[in-house]
């Protein structure tokens, strides 16, 4: 019989900082900036990212320091996985899929054993960015996207 896998064996709120970062598969559409529709309050998607982002590895410049930068940015932590939270964050996201009692997917890199699993997948934003000091933030709206949750 085998052993449960630790993100379905404990509570997130019992995981160790290791497995809690690597709960994170890396795809960076988290750090797409996002639209909240005012009538709907659904979290529409842009693909503008964050200017911290490196997008050849989708990972922070300024990871260990990003609210310095970015004081918006949230920094997860098992207290923060609450559905207003959980619904700026992708619904591929571990975080969100754990927080709502699913599985990772079978291309997380925890599953593959692959960190480049997520781009081989095609759910990274790898490719298909643009920086937000590119784009004046009054025409983010002309930067919408679909793909993110699909």
Request: charged share 30%; aromatic share 10%.
């Amino acid at each position: 019989m085998s052993e449960k896998p630790f993100w379905l064996a404990q509570p997130l709120d019992h995981l160790s900082t290791e497995q809690w970062e690597s709960l994170c598969d890396g795809c960076a559409r988290c750090c797409l900036n996002k639209l909240e529709d005012i009538d709907s309050g659904d979290i529409i998607y842009t693909n503008v990212a964050c200017s911290l982002l490196k997008e050849e590895t989708c990972q922070c410049t300024q990871y260990q320091s990003r609210k310095k930068y970015v004081p918006e940015c949230l920094v997860l932590k098992p207290e923060d996985l609450t559905p207003d939270n959980m619904r700026w964050f992708p619904a591929t996201c571990a975080y969100r899929l754990l927080a709502e009692g699913q599985d990772l997917p079978e291309w997380h890199p925890l599953k593959t054993g692959d960190s480049e699993s997520v781009f081989a997948a095609g759910i990274s934003v790898k490719g298909k960015i643009v920086s937000e000091t590119d784009v004046d933030e009054d025409d983010l709206q002309d930067y919408v996207i679909d793909w993110v949750d699909y």
